[in-house]
């Protein structure tokens, strides 16, 4: 069984920085896309960022451009999010998804799940 465990998130204020990590356990890890997606309260899961296979291919969603970074370590079996200059809008529960995505910012085409990590940011 194919299991994705999140970590990193907390509660910190407007500027600073996270790093979520995402483990990946119970499967191959280099077979799948990774993907990064949150959801606020009351409102819809969002993309956040993804990253292919190899690396070699990353996309950010347009409001976390030039204070996100996703990367992966295929030794390790993890992916991380880096979170910079982080702002209030940026809080929400943020899930790791994995997957064989060919669209990589579309939630339904990832099969494998974490239970998320809170990020608060205060103003």
């Known amino acids: 069984q194919v299991r994705l465990a999140e970590s990193g998130g907390g509660l910190v204020q407007t500027g600073d920085s996270l790093r979520l990590a995402c483990v990946v356990s119970?499967?191959?890890?280099?077979?799948?896309?990774v993907g990064w997606f949150r959801q606020a309260p009351g409102n819809e899961r969002t993309f956040v960022a993804a990253?292919?296979?190899?690396?070699?291919?990353?996309q950010l969603a347009d409001p976390v451009k030039g204070r996100f970074t996703i990367s992966r370590d295929n030794i390790k079996n993890t992916v991380v999010l880096q979170l910079n200059s982080l702002i209030p809008e940026d809080t929400a529960v943020y899930y790791c998804?994995?997957?064989?995505?060919?669209?990589?910012?579309?939630?339904?085409?990832?099969?494998?799940w974490g239970q998320g990590t809170q990020v608060t940011v205060s103003s």
């Open positions: 990253i292919s296979r190899s690396g070699g291919d990353s």
């Open positions: 119970g499967g191959t890890f280099n077979d799948y896309y």
């Open positions: 998804a994995a997957g064989f995505a060919y669209d990589m910012r579309r939630a339904g085409q990832y099969d494998y």
